[in-house]
């Protein structure tokens, strides 16, 4: 295979602070660690069996994360199912092996491990989010498997050295705002904000794109006027809600994942106050939960940044959405889905481009060497595994979301105003 070239609709739950906040339990730590075998591929030539290529996956399918590990679950499903109606890969047929970690960090650890020491699976594709995959990748690495992650863009996961860990989707937690900060940026002085306020949920995704975003806007001269971070079990918003109306901001950055993001927009309602300017990480990508839970009217102007858009014109996209469509009555997909099914594509272009799963370090140097083109668009990497590109700019308007930035990703030709609350 040659080198490739070049709205969020997940179901998320709440995230809580228990059992699973936090950096790995010493527990966990040492399970991943003492998790050291011999890789499937070391020990058969499994390019040359007739057998079917299984990939081992642990997904929280009950727990916190279900919701969006059950989308998950629908992505990898769907690539699974296309690509051996296409006739398989290398030639023959994939089978996925799909566990429950329960949402907890023990489990996943003990998953992976069995996965790769009992039932020898031949590849890996990772979980969901950053609390499952810290510890499901180092499981991963000591066995010397290729782990790529469909959700998990904080930080931490890229400072290990690990060398066969990739993110497959377009920029990490820290570089998430930069397509936001860019669009404030473009704007004539006297339509900038002038000030902001920061609330974030206690979250090892939400608080790195708040920080950043803070950090740059001030360095454009948007003065911060409140921040805070509530626990992620937080359901009352009305003190926070209360400051933010009393400090006034031009605009508001929230790190939300989605019912604390209606939930300040409530007590926000309540308070009748609207900022000119509104932004939320994860929370307004949950389409018809987030729309119904504000009120369709609401969702006017409001801003995200997404990996993923069902109208965008990458390859297999198309494809995708109508298979989706098919098979869960009508629905769009889920931004999680979407984010599962780019994974897969990633393994599957190692693997064709190397033509084997004999060396899992080969398929490792090939993707840091080479781009992938998948449904997100074009993904490329840097030595630690962080991705290199930039996402996507959405906003809510006229009941729908659609990308404003960047340009090439466009599917409107502007941003609109934020309505004050109906």
């Known amino acids: 295979m040659a080198k490739q070239h070049k709205p969020r609709n997940a179901a998320r739950g709440r995230w809580s602070a228990t059992p699973i906040r936090g950096i790995a339990t010493t527990a966990v730590l040492m399970l991943a660690v003492a998790a050291c075998g011999t890789a499937p591929s070391e020990q058969t030539a499994s390019g040359n069996s007739d057998d079917p290529i299984v990939v081992g996956i642990s997904l929280p399918l009950t727990g916190d994360f279900s919701q969006p590990g059950g989308e998950a679950r629908k992505g990898y499903e769907i690539w699974r199912d296309q690509v051996n109606a296409d006739g398989g890969l290398l030639g023959r047929q994939v089978e996925l092996k799909i566990t429950d970690d329960a949402s907890n960090q023990d489990t996943v650890v003990t998953d992976y491990t069995k996965l790769i020491t009992q039932d020898k699976v031949d590849l890996l594709l990772g979980t969901f989010s950053t609390l499952l995959n810290f510890p499901a990748s180092a499981v991963a690495e000591k066995n010397g498997m290729l782990y790529v992650e469909p959700a998990g863009g904080a930080p931490k996961m890229f400072d290990r050295g690990f060398t066969k860990l990739f993110f497959s989707q377009q920029a990490t937690a820290p570089r998430q705002p930069e397509v936001f900060v860019d669009y404030i940026r473009t704007l004539p002085e006297n339509e900038r904000p002038k000030t902001a306020a920061y609330p974030t949920q206690d979250d090892p995704f939400t608080t790195p794109v708040i920080e950043s975003m803070q950090k740059q806007l001030e360095e454009l001269g948007v003065e911060t006027v409140y921040t805070t971070t509530y626990p992620a079990d937080a359901t009352n918003f009305q003190t926070i809600a209360s400051a933010i109306a009393a400090a006034k901001p031009d605009l508001i950055a929230h790190g939300a994942v989605f019912e604390d993001g209606v939930g300040l927009i409530r007590s926000l309602q309540q308070l009748n106050y609207s900022p000119e300017m509104l932004f939320q990480t994860s929370a307004p990508t949950n389409a018809g939960q987030y729309s119904d839970g504000i009120g369709i009217a609401n969702t006017e102007g409001i801003f995200f940044t997404v990996s993923w858009n069902e109208k965008a014109n990458t390859p297999k996209n198309e494809e995708f959405v109508a298979e989706y469509a ?93 309505t004050p609350w109906q």
């Open 326 to 418: 098919k098979r869960f009555d009508g629905a769009i997909p889920a931004e999680d889905a979407a984010d599962a099914y780019a994974a897969a594509q990633v393994v599957q272009a190692a693997v064709e481009a190397v033509g084997s799963l004999d060396d899992q370090d080969k398929l490792a140097d090939w993707l840091h060497a080479n781009e992938v083109e998948t449904i997100l668009g074009p993904l490329a990497w840097d030595e630690t595994g962080a991705p290199t590109g930039q996402f996507l700019l959405g906003q809510w308007q006229n009941g729908e979301t659609e990308v404003v930035a960047p340009a090439d990703a466009a599917t409107v030709d502007s941003a609109v105003a934020k």
